[in-house]
């Protein structure tokens, strides 16, 4: 089916309503490949943004939810649970430099207990805040060194 706005969907319908699987085409380049349910993206799907930007995941009323892998065509990746379109809950994310975060996250930010592992074997464990580091931190280089720092 074509709008007149130039996306098309090819997929399952019921009741007038995009539902079961499908592909639908925007007219500016994305693409969402997957589930649907009452004309909503809903279930596991994939979509495809123009810039490059993947995500892979569980969905509903067209948001990410659930589990789900956020792929950034700056090669950052996130891996783990989306409310509302946000990470939120526990997660991983990786840096294009090698680097990486295990953790809690809310609000799209980190925020609670995590870990963050630096490129250069160095690890610190702590609180975040807001995307920021709070309170007391431990350090352990990579040459085993146990350090502490207050932020």
Known sequence: MYWENGDRYEGEWKNDEREGKGIYYLNNGDRYEGEWKNGSTEGKGTM???DGDRYI?????????GKGIMFWNDGNVYDGNWINDKREGK???YWND???YEG????????GKGIMYYSNGDREMGDYLNDEEIGKHVILTKEGIIEEKYY
């Open 104 to 111: 809690e996250f809310k609000n799209d930010k980190r925020e």
């Open 98 to 100: 090698g680097s990486r």
């Open 48 to 50: 495809y943004w123009n």
């Open 91 to 93: 997660g991983i994310f």
């Open 57 to 65: 995941g569980e969905w509903k009323n067209d948001r990410r939810v």
